[in-house]
């Protein structure tokens, strides 16, 4: 499993460690835990006066597919309001096979992840502590 999971793109977006660390004065924040593997995720926001992300930061306590999924979620998420992380989230969900078509970039990273529904939590892990600190 390891070495079709675990390609290149993936390992890349996880050594990139975009986003990593977490905001001074984040605007929101907030953790989501995946009991199963013991995935930690904690999101920080700031948010600009019109909704939009000008700032994220996170910490990953999980696998290699949960932090390439934070960072590759941290180098699009910022200029983006609520919806706009749902059409991110729908680009996850086309990536992992649970929605029609095609995922774009970053998260055409994570198509290997498909035939491993078991790890699919690790990867939706960022976009649901995200999708929380904006709700």
Known sequence: MSDQLYQDRIVALAKAKTGAGKL???TKSARRDNPLCGDRVIIDVRLDDTGHIAEIAHQVRGCLLCQASAAALS???????????????????RALGREDGEAGEPYAAFAPVKAHKSRQECVLLPLEALQDALS
């Open 75 to 93: 180098s699009v998420a910022v200029g983006r309001d609520k919806a706009g992380i749902e059409a991110i989230r729908h680009d996850a969900e």
């Open 24 to 26: 001074a004065a984040p």
